[in-house]
C-alpha cells in the first residue's frame, strides 16, 4: 500500500500513515497496527479481579492513528475515569503467520516506552455488558508513545524495572521478567490468529498500580534498557 496522494487517484484525500521516530536514525518507524496483550503481569491481573494464574493471553487493538508522539495527552471526552497503563512497546520489522517462539525475536525492529491510556469507566461498563472494548481503550490520542530504539543498539529487554511515576510519585513498579507471557511468546501467538506485518505494534501488558489521571499531571514512565516517556496530561 503505497500512500499516493495524487488527486487522480484517490476520491478524497487520504492521511498520513502514523509513524515512529526511531533514535539515531533521520528515517522513520511507519506503524502498520497495534495490538495490545490484556493483564499480562500477574499483580495487575489481582487488582483487577481475576485469577493471577497464567490463562491464555488474549489481544485487543488500538488503531495506529491513536498514538500521540511528542505531544500533550488531552484528557478524553465521555469519561470521569481514564487510567495510565506503561508498557514495553515491540515495533515488528518482519511479518509472518504461525512463527515459532524460537525465531520470534528476529522479528522485532526495537523497542519503546507507551502508555495504553484506558478510559476505565467504559471499560468496566463494555466488560459488564459483554460489550467490546473500543470506547474504552481505542480513543484518539490514547496510545502515547517514544521513540523506537532499534535492537541494534539494546538488544532484546527481558528484565529491568518498568515503572511509572506521576508528579514525580511511583505509581507502578514492576520488572520485565514478571511479564507471564514473553515478547517471543506474545509475537508467536499473536501470529497464530493474525498475519502479522512490518510494522505492527505489540504494547505488552502493564505492571501493577494502574490508576486515574487528572489534567495538569505530569506521567514519566521508563522500561530499563529502553528509555523513558513523558506525557503531560491537559
Ligand atoms: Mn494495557
Given at each position: 500500500m503505497s500512500t499516493n496522494k495524487s488527486a487522480d487517484t484517490y476520491v478524497i484525500e487520504p492521511l498520513d500513515n502514523p509513524t515512529l521516530p526511531v533514535r539515531g536514525s533521520d528515517k522513520l518507524f511507519p506503524v502498520h497496527r497495534i495490538y495490545c496483550i490484556g493483564r499480562n503481569y500477574a499483580a495487575?491481573?489481582?487488582?483487577?479481579?481475576?485469577?493471577?494464574?497464567?490463562?491464555?493471553?488474549?489481544?485487543?487493538?488500538?488503531?495506529?492513528?491513536?498514538?500521540?508522539?511528542?505531544?500533550?495527552?488531552?484528557?478524553?471526552?465521555?469519561?470521569?475515569?481514564?487510567?495510565?497503563?506503561?508498557?514495553?512497546?515491540?515495533?515488528?520489522?518482519?511479518?509472518?503467520?504461525?512463527?515459532?517462539?524460537?525465531?520470534?525475536?528476529?522479528?522485532?525492529?526495537?523497542?519503546?516506552?507507551?502508555?495504553?491510556?484506558?478510559?476505565?469507566?467504559?471499560?468496566?461498563?463494555?466488560?459488564?455488558?459483554?460489550?467490546?472494548?473500543?470506547?474504552?481503550?481505542?480513543?484518539?490520542?490514547?496510545?502515547?508513545?517514544?521513540?523506537?530504539?532499534?535492537?541494534?543498539?539494546?538488544?532484546?529487554?527481558?528484565?529491568?524495572?518498568?515503572?511509572?511515576?506521576?508528579n514525580g510519585e511511583v505509581r507502578q513498579e514492576g520488572d520485565l521478567n514478571q511479564m507471564l507471557w514473553k515478547t517471543a511468546e506474545q509475537i508467536s501467538i499473536l501470529s497464530r490468529f493474525f498475519e502479522l506485518q512490518p510494522g505492527d505494534l505489540i504494547m505488552t501488558g502493564t505492571p501493577s498500580g494502574v490508576g486515574p489521571v487528572k489534567r495538569g499531571d505530569k506521567l514519566e514512565g521508563h522500561v530499563a534498557g529502553v528509555c523513558n516517556l513523558k506525557v503531560n496530561v491537559i
Amino acid at each position: 500500500m503505497s500512500t499516493n496522494k495524487s488527486a487522480d487517484t484517490y476520491v478524497i484525500e487520504p492521511l498520513d500513515n502514523p509513524t515512529l521516530p526511531v533514535r539515531g536514525s533521520d528515517k522513520l518507524f511507519p506503524v502498520h497496527r497495534i495490538y495490545c496483550i490484556g493483564r499480562n503481569y500477574a499483580a495487575h491481573a489481582v487488582e483487577m479481579g481475576h485469577d493471577p494464574d497464567k490463562e491464555p493471553p488474549f489481544f485487543f487493538q488500538k488503531n495506529p492513528d491513536n498514538l500521540l508522539v511528542g505531544q500533550d495527552f488531552p484528557y478524553p471526552p465521555e469519561s470521569t475515569d481514564v487510567h495510565y497503563e506503561l508498557e514495553m512497546v515491540v515495533g515488528l520489522a518482519k511479518g509472518g503467520k504461525s512463527i515459532p517462539i524460537e525465531t520470534a525475536l528476529d522479528h522485532v525492529f526495537g523497542y519503546g516506552v507507551g502508555l495504553d491510556m484506558t478510559r476505565r469507566d467504559l471499560q468496566n461498563e463494555a466488560k459488564k455488558q459483554g460489550r467490546p472494548w473500543e470506547v474504552g481503550k481505542a480513543f484518539e490520542q490514547s496510545a502515547p508513545c517514544s521513540e523506537l530504539i532499534p535492537v541494534s543498539a539494546i538488544g532484546h529487554p527481558d528484565q529491568g524495572a518498568v515503572w511509572l511515576k506521576v508528579n514525580g510519585e511511583v505509581r507502578q513498579e514492576g520488572d520485565l521478567n514478571q511479564m507471564l507471557w514473553k515478547t517471543a511468546e506474545q509475537i508467536s501467538i499473536l501470529s497464530r490468529f493474525f498475519e502479522l506485518q512490518p510494522g505492527d505494534l505489540i504494547m505488552t501488558g502493564t505492571p501493577s498500580g494502574v490508576g486515574p489521571v487528572k489534567r495538569g499531571d505530569k506521567l514519566e514512565g521508563h522500561v530499563a534498557g529502553v528509555c523513558n516517556l513523558k506525557v503531560n496530561v491537559i
